[in-house]
């Protein structure tokens, strides 16, 4: 498990821990304040910050940064990839859920009504905080579940957000448009995120070979086997996010606990 499972989790999955996602820690040490702020000055702060970033990533200074930064991350706005079956384990936790445009794609794409990121809090305190960009909409579980498996078969994949860990605020859905993405996995900058605490396996007895997985995995995790006519995960390249499951016709795809694989198993 990861080590915020260590820290925050009472010996199981952090993100499947209620206290995680409580409005008494919810009130404690600003964190309304400090999610509204974040959300609302995101696609402001970003670019400035990302200017920054290019001119210290490449330089003998970003070695040392990389810790500071993630460590950083860490104590107010960390991430976890999770599969769809633990969105609807979250969305069993919580008192109601909350639809509202993701603040990364304002960055990364100029829309600012993407409406992929889910609140797992119906604090009013917080919702009046934000402007009135964020128009919000309120969901019930089986509305934002259903939502969820619809992006969950376009290959979006679903991450747990803190506002000052450990409290758990946001449900994500990502593509290469997502900030966290682009720093953790494509720029290689610092994690802001961990992967997922599972991984995907392919079953040959039933996989034809077709590809469909490899497209929809935004991970490059999933190679051909030209040899073998069949594809194979890459287990350290693998986030465990399962939506190559969705895109695979003959049911051949399949995860298995990260901890299992004595590869994988500490690769975050
Ligand atoms: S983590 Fe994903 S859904 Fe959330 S704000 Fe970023 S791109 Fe949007
Ligand atoms: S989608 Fe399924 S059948 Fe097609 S290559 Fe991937 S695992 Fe094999
Ligand atoms: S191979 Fe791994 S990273 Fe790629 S879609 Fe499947 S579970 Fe996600």
Known sequence: MCEFCTQHGEGQKWYLTMDNYSNDLLEQDGRIAYAADFLNTFHRRTPASLRK???????????????????????????????????????????????????????TTGNFNARYCYGLTLDHRLYDELDDSFSLELLSSTEALESIR???????????WTFKSPYIGGLCNCDQDCMAYRITHARKDYPVMFRGEWLARVDWEQCNGCKNCMRQCQYGAI????????????????????????A?????????????????????
């Open 248 to 268: 695979c016709q003959r049911d051949a795809i399949t995860l298995y606990e990260r901890s299992e694989d004595p590869v994988a198993a500490e690769i975050w």
């Open 223 to 246: 190679r051909y086997s030209s040899n073998h006519k069949k594809v194979l995960v890459d287990a350290t390249a693998c986030y465990g996010c399962g939506v190559c499951r969705a």
């Open 150 to 160: 619809k992006l969950d078969k376009e290959g979006l994949v679903h991450s747990v």
């Open 53 to 107: 970033l290019d001119r210290v990533r490449s330089t003998p200074l970003m070695p040392a940064l990389r810790p500071i930064m993630t460590a950083n991350q860490k104590r107010n706005h960390y991430g976890q990839v999770v599969p769809i079956e633990e969105v609807e384990q979250i969305f069993k936790m919580v008192e109601g859920v909350v639809r509202l445009p993701c603040v990364c794609r304002r960055v």
